[in-house]
T-cell receptor, first 116, second 114 residues
Framework: GAVVSQHPSWVICKSGTSVKIECRSL??????MFWYRQFPKQSLMLMAT?????????EQGVEKDKFLINHASLTLSTLTVTSAHPEDSSFYIC????????????FGSGTRLTVV | AQSVSQHNHHVILSEAASLELGCNYS??????LFWYVQYPGQHLQLLLK??????LVKGIKGFEAEFIKSKFSFNLRKPSVQWSDTAEYFC????????????FGKGTTLSVSS
């Protein structure tokens, strides 16, 4: 079945640094990727939608200059948290949809980001 | 804008009890509906989904859900829960178009005691 690999699974970084999270579709072409953020005991909040080769569409309230999303190929999307601050600490999850998923959704295992 | 409401924040049951988790969505158009489960420390797993056809959908692990269009509801049910069903359950909806994002409800924590 469709598999999405997300790395790293957890990362600790210093305040002010940038962190890159990768999301790869291993056995299908992900025409669309979605990035979510999940706070403890809360739901997944959609941050942005990206189509391969296009600029990402950000949800209201999500700073596009802070959360840089790149979807340059059909198998890879990256989320870079720039100039991270402690309030950016969260669980980030990617999801991919496309051929091979029957346009369903496959989720990555998530990345726990802690900014100290 | 679409939204998804899950009425039960935390449900506590004993093993063998029956389960029903409520989910309502607000959107008048054609939608697809999903239930996901997240076990502690694990990623989201699809329990079941409804795209069209029979409104009673059967999923994995003995779960089922019924789509009632007139009530904008998609409640999740299981006749007899097990301790291993302890997890977070999320209802989600998206527009019936390729490439649209899932919008999630706030989730329901299910705790099953043995």
């Amino acid at each position: 079945g469709a598999v999405v690999s997300q790395h790293p699974s957890w990362v600790i970084c210093k305040s002010g640094t940038s962190v890159k999270i990768e999301c790869r579709s291993l056995d299908f072409q992900a025409t669309t990727m979605f990035w979510y953020r999940q706070f403890p005991k809360q739901s997944l909040m959609l941050m942005a939608t990206s189509n391969e080769g296009s600029k990402a569409t950000y949800e209201q309230g999500v700073e596009k200059d802070k959360f840089l999303i790149n979807h340059a190929s059909l198998t890879l999307s990256t989320l870079t948290v720039t100039s991270a601050h402690p309030e950016d600490s969260s669980f980030y999850i990617c999801s991919a949809s496309g051929t091979g998923t029957n346009y369903g959704y496959t989720f990555g295992s998530g990345t726990r980001l802690t900014v100290v | 804008a679409q939204s998804v409401s899950q009425h039960n924040h935390h449900v506590i049951l004993s093993e063998a009890a029956s389960l029903e988790l409520g989910c309502n969505y607000s959107y008048g158009g054609t939608v697809n509906l999903f239930w996901y489960v997240q076990y502690p420390g694990q990623h989201l797993q699809l329990l079941l989904k409804y795209f069209s056809g029979d409104p009673l959908v059967k999923g994995i692990k003995g779960f089922e859900a019924e789509f009632i269009k007139s009530k904008f509801s998609f409640n999740l049910r299981k006749p007899s829960v097990q301790w291993s069903d302890t997890a977070e359950y999320f209802c989600a909806v998206n527009l019936n178009q390729a490439g649209t994002a899932l919008i999630f409800g706030k989730g329901t924590t299910l705790s099953v005691s043995s």
